[in-house]
């Protein structure tokens, strides 16, 4: 996208002046860049099948939870299609005793579509169990917009260490499977199960670099590419990798 770099500066501006403003530990900043062998949403669908390059800069106000960001994907290809895409979040983190609650409002701008509201909210208690649960509440704001509705994912989260060398490797895994009851205009039910696994390797002053392979399995009845489904593919397997700057 050409406003790309344009409107990750203008952020990064609104970050250091607000930051600066603030008292030193206030904030955490960090800035992501990511390459993925195609692009899979969240909901298990995939609108492009190409590599993508994706981009986010995220700022947290730690003694609130608040946190807002831009998250931008786009195609290397050169073509504008579906692997275009811009979302502007904002939301918040707070606990109840152990549980952690997630809530964050995302308005989403895709290539060739109308635009859409994105709700989430995701439960968990990490140091009770690494189970979690998401939901997500997509809204269109125009007739091109895809049909909203719900998606819901069932997870577990856990991070491991591994020896590796001099030192201890850790390896973040999510095993989930996800449901929707029409949201973009896929059909009620059980859609897909997928699994990840994440290598974070920290480079040292706030750089770290983080590879990330995950396979998914779309059930029988959403995975023949028909209207309703989530596409045409039982088996699919990605990976990718990430370089985030903290500061």
Do not use: C
Not at 174 to 197: C, E, L, R
Not at 231 to 243: A, I, R, S
């Amino acid at each position: 996208m050409k406003k790309t770099a344009s409107v990750l500066i203008a952020l990064l501006l609104l970050i250091g002046s607000v930051a600066s403003a603030a008292e030193a530990g206030d904030f955490e900043t960090s800035i992501n860049f990511t390459w993925y062998s195609q692009y899979v949403g969240g909901g298990g669908f995939r609108p492009h099948k190409h590599p993508v390059l994706q981009e986010e800069a995220l700022v947290r106000h730690l003694p609130t939870g608040y946190y807002a960001g831009i998250w931008l994907s786009q195609s290397p290809n050169g073509r504008i299609d579906f692997g275009e895409e811009e979302n502007y979040y904002f939301g918040k983190v707070f606990r109840i005793h152990k549980v952690e609650f997630d809530l964050q409002a995302n308005f989403i701008e895709v290539s060739k579509l109308g635009d859409l509201i994105d709700f989430t909210v995701r439960i968990s208690a990490p140091e009770v169990t690494p189970l979690y649960w998401k939901t997500e509440y997509l809204v269109g704001t125009s007739k091109r917009s895809p049909e909203g509705g719900f998606f819901h994912k069932l997870g577990a989260a856990k991070t491991y260490s591994l020896p590796f060398g001099f030192h201890e490797q850790p390896v973040v895994l999510d095993a989930f499977i996800g449901a929707t009851n029409g949201a973009v205009g896929i059909n009620h039910g059980i859609t897909h199960t997928a699994v990840s696994a994440a290598f974070p390797i920290e480079l040292g002053k706030g750089i770290s670099l983080t590879p990330k392979f995950t396979y998914q399995y779309t059930f029988g009845g959403f995975n023949d590419g028909k209207a309703g489904h989530l596409n045409n593919q039982p088996h699919m397997k990605w990976g990718g990798v990430t370089l985030t700057y903290r500061f």
